[in-house]
Structures are given as C-alpha cells and as structure tokens.
C-alpha cells in the first residue's frame, strides 16, 4: 500500500530543543524520501532528502535518519529556533514513474522562545 | 528568479459555477503536478503532465480536469465547484527522464465555495 504515516501531528518546543518528527512506510517501491516545510500561506518547500542506501544525512541544523529494514525514517531539528515553526511533511518517492510523491499527513511545530 | 507562480491567489467561487486556476514556471520543467490541500492535511495528487502527456490520478474526481497549452503553461478546471472542493491547489513543477528531481511547489491558491 502507498502510505506514509507522519507522528506527532503537532509538537511544541523550547528555543534551543531538538525537534523529533517519524515517518514510517510499508511500500518497499519508494527510491527517495524528502522533507518539505511549509509556513502558512505557501506552498512546501524542500527542505532535505535522503535515498535509502544512506542511513543519515545532515544539513546544518538538520538531520534525517534512515532505518530501511524498520521501514521508518526522521527528521532531527537541532538547536530549533521559533523561526522553524511550520509544518513538516515527509514524503515518499514512488520508483520508476514520473516522480509521483506519497505525502505524510504532516506536523505542525511550534518553537517557543 | 526562476520560479512557479500561480494565480489568483485567492479564488472565490460560487457552488456549481466552473472556476479556472493557472499556473505558470519559468524553470523549463517538462513535469507539471496539480495537487489538493485540504485544512491541516497532506498534499494530494491530482494529476500531472509530463510534457504535453496528461496523467490522471486514479481516484481524481472527473469534475477536475486540466489544460496545458504551453511548457510554461497550466491550468485546472474544475466543472462544478461543490463545497468538498473548498482547499489550497498547489502547483508544482519538475524535470522529467531518468533519476529523482525535485519537485518545486508555487504559493498556492486558496479555493472557496460558496
């Protein structure tokens, strides 16, 4: 089944704190799994990407982790800022194709200073 | 800046009357995507066109339908708005061919039904 299933739905942090977001899948046809953020009011951007022969991947302040035999993979935001406060969603590349993307329902993060 | 840029922004209309959204790129991507944004829920693809190939999702409704006349160019039709259809649409653009590209989105319009 094509599904991504996205947890917390919501999550509040502290200035400062690691923000934690899970994805999980059950398709084994998914070749690449990108994060996208978006801020209210515009469409997602990307924010990073990760295939599934690498188990992690890091840009700045932002990590993914990749479990390919759990079927699960996350997104680590370190030292988060109120400046991240938007929603997250994982995704999931259907292989072969046309670059069809299975989105996760999202998380929306709050960063409190 | 190359970019994808839709319009309106912002787009009332009333319930049962055809209603038009464009999108346009100046990026040169072959792929064009369209898709649905319910209120705190996940992008959902409609469609897309892979050049001037249309691909229509399994489950898209036949009340939404979509027009390319252009590589720049795309736009949705949607027949008879119901109050259902009330969401952000989302455009979004890629290169097409061999190996992942990414997909770029432009702002959104937000539909209303009344």
């Known amino acids: 089944q094509q599904q991504v299933k996205q947890s917390p739905q919501s999550l509040i942090v502290q200035k400062g704190g690691i923000s934690i977001i899970n994805c999980a899948y059950e398709?084994?046809?998914?070749?690449?799994f990108p994060w996208y953020q978006q801020f209210p009011g515009k469409g997602p951007a990307l924010l990073i990407a990760i295939r599934p022969d690498v188990s992690e991947k890091k840009e700045g302040r932002f990590t993914i982790s990749f479990n390919k035999s759990a079927k699960q993979f996350s997104l680590h935001i370190m030292d988060s800022q109120p400046g991240d406060s938007a929603t997250y969603f994982c995704a999931a590349r259907v292989s072969g194709g046309y670059n069809k993307l299975i989105f996760g329902a999202g998380t929306r993060l709050a960063v409190h200073p | 800046d190359a970019m994808v840029i839709q319009n309106p922004r912002y787009q009332v209309t009333q319930f049962g009357k055809p209603v038009t959204l464009s999108c346009s790129q100046t990026l040169n991507h072959n792929v064009m995507y369209w898709y649905q944004q319910k209120s705190s829920q996940a992008p959902k693809l409609l469609f897309h066109y892979y050049d001037k190939d249309f691909n229509n999702e399994a489950d898209t409704p036949d009340n939404f339908q979509s027009r390319r006349p252009n590589t720049s160019f795309c736009f949705l039709d949607i027949r008879s708005p119901g109050l259902g259809d009330a969401a952000m649409y989302l455009c979004?653009?890629?290169?097409?061919?061999?190996?992942?590209?990414?997909?770029?989105f432009g702002p959104g319009t937000r539909l209303t039904v009344t």
């Open positions: 398709n084994t046809a998914f070749d690449y």
């Open positions: 979004a653009t890629s290169l097409g061919g061999q190996g992942v590209h990414e997909q770029y």
